[in-house]
């Protein structure tokens, strides 16, 4: 398992590194572990230099199976449902594949492997209908998180097949933040700041001169987090140097010490949406996109085919409860033609990161300049 969340998490920060090129002030959010079910649902089907390409950006050729089963085991098995205690539900971790294409060998292959969803539409005739189709299932599958996922154009009658791929998390809180003490706090901008002190893993990291803190859901197989620089401008050095070797030791048990902590987080929503083809692109992952090269010869070894659009949409939000995410990728394929340990305040920028414990699984990544 070790293999497959260090690919799904570098891939995530090299992703995260081509976003912010044109990001800085910004905030950022989306789901490495969407976003790699994705690709390897296309890298199912590619062969030659186009597999070689999506291999080195999201998963090493001998890991491709291994993901596949991966992603079987923690979702379509493992957490699919609600985890429930006392009668509520803590947390629930639901990822979905589904394919809607008329090549019905892909179809079949992808379905045993993957257990992705199939639906025919009809592209090439009612392409506004079968957009529309493709964006309700997103939506529903969200809890109505992810509308729009492919806006009016993005989708058009050269269409065979579109892969979507949706995530949706809400977790409540171990230790929850109580209403009565959420006021603002910042006097430039009325930011909501949740506070509590209780006991937490927290760590500084001298090199970066910033603080991680761990704040566990219930249940405590998921967490949140938060890289915090200790100065306001001090975001920049952190993402420079943030590795997934530095990522991993950083939040080691070597690191981490649990101690009492006042922690001041602001409440905020976020929701991104991109399309990923040019930072995709950037990564390494060039001819599945060009009519001339892309070889998804494994789709339909009768049709020439290339990968026309990665579309990516997520959405997060932290209150006092918990946190609620969602995300969704499409691909659309057409014919070719701290220093004390006792405060973190959580009042400038900041990266987050929402993981699974027991595989170390970066679900989500995501940077808040401005709640």
């Known amino acids: 398992m070790g293999s497959i969340s260090q690919a799904i998490t570098e891939m995530g920060l090299d992703l995260y590194n081509e976003l912010n090129k044109n990001s800085a002030n910004k905030n950022i959010f989306f789901s490495p572990m969407s976003i790699s079910a994705g690709l390897v649902m296309v890298l199912l089907g590619a062969r030659g230099n186009t597999a070689n390409q999506m291999q080195m950006v999201s998963v090493n050729k001998t890991h491709v199976h291994a993901f596949i089963f991966y992603i079987m085991a923690f979702f379509l098995i493992g957490l699919s449902h609600p985890v429930s205690y006392g009668g509520s539900d803590l947390w629930i971790l639901t ?16 379905k045993e492997l993957y257990g992705a969803m199939l639906q025919t539409v009809d592209f090439g005739s009612a392409t506004e209908a ?18 729009e996922l492919f806006v009016p154009g993005v989708i058009d009658s050269t269409a065979v097949l579109v892969l979507v791929n949706a995530i949706y998390f809400k977790a409540n809180w171990e230790y929850k933040f109580e209403e009565k ?7 430039s901008k009325s930011v909501q700041m949740m506070y509590q002190k ?32 200790d100065d306001i401008t001090g975001l920049e050095q952190v993402e420079r140097a943030m590795t997934y070797e530095k990522l991993t030791h950083w939040t080691s048990l070597e690191s981490m010490r649990e101690r009492e ?6 409440r905020f929503k976020l929701e991104d949406t991109f399309e990923l083809n040019l930072p995709l692109k950037e990564m390494g992952m ?3 996109f060009k009519q001339s090269k892309a070889d998804l010869s494994g789709m339909a070894p009768s049709r020439r085919l290339f990968l026309s659009k990665v579309v990516h949409k ?17 691909s659309v ?39």
């Open 286 to 288: 060039i001819d599945v």
């Open 181 to 187: 003490h959420t006021m603002p706090r910042n006097e």
């Open 130 to 147: 079968a957009r529309q189709t493709i964006n309700s299932w997103v939506e529903s599958k969200t809890q109505g998180k992810i509308r």
């Open 261 to 266: 902590v006042e922690v001041y987080l602001p």
């Open 314 to 330: 997520a959405y997060v939000e932290v209150n006092e409860e918990g946190t609620l995410a969602a995300a969704a990728t499409g």
């Open 95 to 110: 990822l979905i594949n589904y394919l809607y294409i008329t090549v019905q060998q892909y179809l079949e292959c992808t």
């Open 198 to 229: 209780d006991r937490f893993k927290i760590a500084h990291i001298q090199e970066m001169n910033a603080q991680i803190l761990m704040l566990p859901y219930a249940g405590k197989s998921l967490n949140m987090i938060i890289l915090l620089p």
């Open 333 to 371: 394929v057409v014919n070719r033609s701290y220093p004390s340990g006792a405060l973190f305040m959580a009042d400038h920028p900041f990266l987050f990161f929402i993981q699974h414990n027991p595989t170390n699984t970066i679900l989500f990544l995501g940077k808040l300049c401005s709640p």
